[in-house]
């Protein structure tokens, strides 16, 4: 079965301009969740999407966006980029959401990174 | 404020020992811890969860949880130079918490 998959694998982006991160979850998963990693950090939560709705926010400003479509899949946007935005940019599934069985396996990331 | 502790390392273990990695938790309603491996440049991968106090073993790998200790912690036995990563720890609470991470331990493993 194919994991998680994300796209595109790495991005430079200029500051002030935006991006859009795409991310397809494990086949049979509905919940998708997003995480930010800077060197040196572990990854910090930003959303949680389950059944297309969105479920839980980390503390990150209002820059961040993101969606849940029909077949699950799942896009992080960021407006207007600064330079402390450049990271990996990981997307997790998971079975369920808020239960013994939200596991989560992450997809290889998106590396980005903002000049 | 949730955090999650870890000795960031690095930790050096001759190959073939027991490597020992440990991370406490502040959160008490925290239920599901789980290990995750991260080789450089590359996304982390989960290796065990835990929910239940005591150990539980797969393979080479054996993790326990103390929860009224708020203590975590994975032992990799016959540690090998493939082995050598960073290793995170993560807890998470019931309802729709997300993972907390703690920043990671590096092992590295000397053959």
């Known amino acids: 079965d194919a994991g998680v998959t994300q796209s595109p694998t790495h991005l430079i982006k200029t500051r002030g301009q935006q991006v859009t991160l795409r991310c397809s979850p494990i086949?049979?998963?509905?919940?998708v969740s997003w995480y930010q990693q800077v060197l040196g950090q572990g990854p910090q939560f930003i959303f949680q999407?389950?059944?297309?709705?969105?479920?839980g926010r980390g503390n990150f400003p209002d820059r961040f966006s993101a969606r849940q479509f029909p077949n699950y899949s799942s896009e992080l946007n960021v407006n207007a980029l600064l330079l402390g935005d450049s990271a990996l940019y990981l997307c997790?599934?998971?079975?369920?959401?808020?239960?013994?069985?939200?596991?989560?396996?992450f997809g290889p990331g998106t590396r980005l990174l903002v000049l | 404020q949730k955090e999650v502790e870890q000795n960031s390392g690095p930790l050096s273990v001759p190959e073939g020992a027991i490597a020992s990695l440990n991370c406490t938790y502040s959160?008490?309603?925290?239920?599901?811890f789980f290990w995750y491996r991260q080789y450089s440049g590359k996304s982390p991968e989960l290796i065990m969860f835990?929910?239940?106090?005591g150990d539980k073993e797969d393979g080479r790998f054996t993790a326990q949880l103390n929860k009224a200790s708020q203590y975590v912690s994975l032992l990799i036995r016959d540690s090998q130079p493939s082995d050598s990563a960073t290793y995170l720890c993560?807890?998470?609470?019931?309802?729709?918490?997300?993972?907390?991470f703690g920043k990671g331990t590096r092992l590295s493993v000397i053959a």
């Open positions: 997790a599934s998971s079975l369920l959401s808020g239960s013994n069985e939200a596991t989560q396996y």
């Open positions: 086949s049979g998963h509905k919940s």
């Open positions: 999407y389950y059944e297309k709705e969105e479920r």
């Open positions: 959160d008490r309603g925290s239920q599901s």
């Open positions: 835990i929910y239940s106090n």
């Open positions: 993560a807890a998470a609470g019931g309802g729709n918490t997300p993972l907390v």
